[in-house]
């Protein structure tokens, strides 16, 4: 057997097949490195990891008769608008990498946020009403009147917790359940659980949406930050920063 192996002389592969196995390598390193610095530049970090949602007592909230959500302390210098849709993937990952570096601003009291949701990608959930149900859940944490349990509520509905696109959602119950980890008191449970604001939900969700259209010239579009009538550019990565010096 040994004498077999050794007068064994493999066969030249063909000049074709070289050539097609090396037209095959140097595509899949362009598909590496095009990826590679795709990611590299689409990737931002997440500002101020580590922080958390607004936890300082000193925060409240409050649900304003539009419909509104006003997080922050009472003397904050600076009030933004924040234009959000509860299932926008846009929206989540804004929260996920400005959230905790907002939060911090809030409890440091050099920001307030007025959260103004819409209901536009209703019919991109499962259920087909998520985005006006969750709106009608923040808005009963929002009248719970604890700053910190609306924050945490909030920041887990848009990251965490964030239903994807044609997805599964959560259910009146399961909103009721994350409000009850945030802190929330049964009276909120209760107003969650038997989706008691979702008509009002709905109405704000309407009113809102016509006031994003006006703001951006008839195309609404979530996330929209604005400082005053301002648009601010998220897309620039010390915005939360410059906003508050």
Avoid at 8 to 27: D, F
Avoid at 203 to 224: I, R, Y
Wanted: overall charge negative.
């Amino acid at each position: 057997m040994s004498e077999s192996r050794s007068n064994y002389t493999p066969r030249p592969m063909s000049s074709k097949t070289t050539y097609a196995l090396g037209a095959v390598a140097l595509a899949l390193i362009a598909v590496i490195v095009f990826v590679a610095i795709r990611n590299g530049h689409d990737e931002v970090s997440v500002r101020n990891d580590g922080y958390g949602s607004a936890h300082d007592p000193g925060v409240h909230v409050m649900l304003e008769p539009d419909g509104s959500i006003l997080l922050g302390r009472p003397a904050a210098p600076k009030t933004i608008d924040i234009f959000e849709d509860p299932i926008c993937p846009a929206c989540g990952n804004m929260e996920r990498v400005y959230g905790q570096e907002i939060a911090q601003k809030i409890d440091e009291g050099k920001l307030a946020v007025r959260y103004r949701l819409v209901n536009f990608l209703d019919a991109r959930s499962r259920s087909k009403d998520y985005s006006t149900r969750a709106i009608a859940a923040n808005q009963c944490v929002a009248e719970g009147g604890s700053g910190p349990v609306y924050a945490k509520f909030h920041t887990e509905l848009f990251t965490t917790k964030r239903p994807s696109e044609g997805g599964a959602d959560l259910s009146n119950d399961e909103l009721a359940a994350q409000a009850r980890i945030a802190g929330a008191p049964e009276s909120v449970l209760q107003c969650v659980s038997t989706g008691a604001k979702v008509d009002a939900a709905h109405t704000s969700a309407k009113t809102t949406t016509d006031a994003l259209e006006a703001l951006l010239g008839g195309s609404a579009a979530t996330p929209s930050v604005f400082d005053g009538k301002t648009k601010i550019d998220v897309s620039k990565e010390d915005w939360v920063d410059v906003l508050t010096r």
